[in-house]
């Protein structure tokens, strides 16, 4: 579904991301680890078409991958940082224009409120909402969009205990559906939902493996 060739990111005289090499298949579920800068967030960014590599290439389901092509705004959801929030629009009017914008029936919405325990915020605007709200918000106009690619930056952030474990849950019910799913995170209990587990430092590939093989070797 997802291939990544010799991608690098160069900012000036940083290098933030080294000829990185990712395959991710259909299905599948890839957890990034690594401590801040080591270059996830770009690699993500990247390759949801949100930023272009310096070098290299990204291939979506066996065409380039570029933000401005239909099919791949039709086909990528993407659970990134606030940014992406309007100010003036309540947590349901945020739902009900990704339903439009994607054609997917509104009836969904009110599902989708409850699962993410935002039915009593729903006529609140972001600016109202707690930290774990305003992502549980974000997951949720992700999963309102149809996706054969789900790329989440860090999504456990602001998440208490409870609400950690039903994403893991939305996470394994999205590969069992057939989705591919790419996520960073400092959370190594979620890491472990994934079927690999890819470590990164300074830009680069340092470990890719099982959740076990992976996390057992950074403990030793």
Known sequence: MLTVTGASRTFGELEALRAVDLEVAAGERVALLGPNGSGKSTLLRIVCGRDRPTTGT???DGEPMTEDDVRVRARVAVVGDALGCYPDLTVRQHL???A??????????GELLR???LADRADSLPSALSSGQLQAMLLASALLRPRDLLVLD???QRLDPRARGRLADVLRAESDNGTAVLFATHHRELARVAHRVIVMEDGALVADGSPDEVLAEADA
């Open 58 to 60: 990204v291939v979506f």
């Open 96 to 98: 009900e224009l990704v």
């Open 100 to 109: 439009v914008a994607h054609g997917v029936p509104e009836d969904r919405i």
């Open 115 to 117: 699962d993410h325990r």
């Open 154 to 156: 860090e999504p456990e």
